[in-house]
T-cell receptor, first 112, second 112 residues
Framework: GNSVTQMEGPVTLSEEAFLTINCTYT??????LFWYVQYPGEGLQLLLK?????DKGSNKGFEATYRKETTSFHLEKGSVQVSDSAVYFC???????????FGKGTKLSVIP | NAGVTQTPKFRVLKTGQSMTLLCAQD?????MYWYRQDPGMGLRLIHY???????AKGEVPDGYNVSRLKKQNFLLGLESAAPSQTSVYFC???????????FGQGTRLTVV
């Protein structure tokens, strides 16, 4: 099955700082890749996705590029806001895209 | 616009008691999932279903049973609760093959 390694948290940044959260995965074939976000007290919600090599997913100022050669899908944002404080999960999808394998999550806190 | 609804939101059980968690989705999704979220462990798949009347084991199925009698509902049962089942449980659903999952708000279960 798939596995994923995410950058350990927690991460604390000042507002407007640059964010990178590393994610590498092992998988059979070329899975679709996802980043999910969990705001305090809520369930997870999709942040962005990429379905094939070299695709770039983007949403709300966040970006991640599907790197097949390094099996990575690092999440980046140029200028974080306090409202970005949340837990971020990297997740490759399994065969048939019906099983997601989640990383342990990276907690981000953004301070004013 | 309900999406995925979980009931109850909170529950405290005594060791050995049984209970059923209900998940309902109104998006006509084929796939449904139950995850548990524990500190430092990320999300782990308990059971999943790829269609009405079908269920399958995930990563951590022991101590749980599930049923999918109707397409929109996915029930998670604990026959004899144990303190190790103290966790936050999330239900999710997805359209077949998309890998994009929609999550409920979670059920916080404490077993004492």
């Amino acid at each position: 099955g798939n596995s994923v390694t995410q950058m350990e948290g927690p991460v604390t940044l000042s507002e407007e700082a640059f964010l990178t959260i590393n994610c590498t995965y092992t998988a059979t074939g070329y899975p679709s890749l996802f980043w999910y976000v969990q705001y305090p007290g809520e369930g997870l919600q999709l942040l962005l996705k990429a379905t094939k090599a070299d695709d770039k997913g983007s949403n709300k100022g966040f970006e991640a590029t599907y790197r097949k050669e390094t099996t990575s899908f690092h999440l980046e944002k140029g200028s974080v806001q306090v409202s970005d404080s949340a837990v971020y999960f990297c997740a490759p999808a399994g065969a048939g895209s019906y099983q997601l394998t989640f990383g342990k999550g990276t907690k981000l806190s953004v301070i004013p | 616009n309900a999406g995925v609804t979980q009931t109850p939101k909170f529950r405290v059980l005594k060791t050995g008691q049984s209970m059923t968690l209900l998940c309902a989705q109104d998006m006509n999704h084929e796939y449904m999932y139950w995850y548990r979220q524990d500190p430092g462990m990320g999300l782990r798949l308990i059971h999943y279903s790829v269609g009405e009347g079908t269920t399958a084991k995930g990563e951590v199925p022991d101590g749980y049973n599930v049923s999918r009698l109707k397409k929109q509902n996915f029930l998670l049962g604990l026959e004899s609760a144990a303190p190790s089942q103290t966790s936050v449980y999330f239900c999710a659903s997805s359209r077949s093959g998309s890998g994009e999952a929609f999550f409920g708000q979670g059920t916080r279960l404490t077993v004492v």
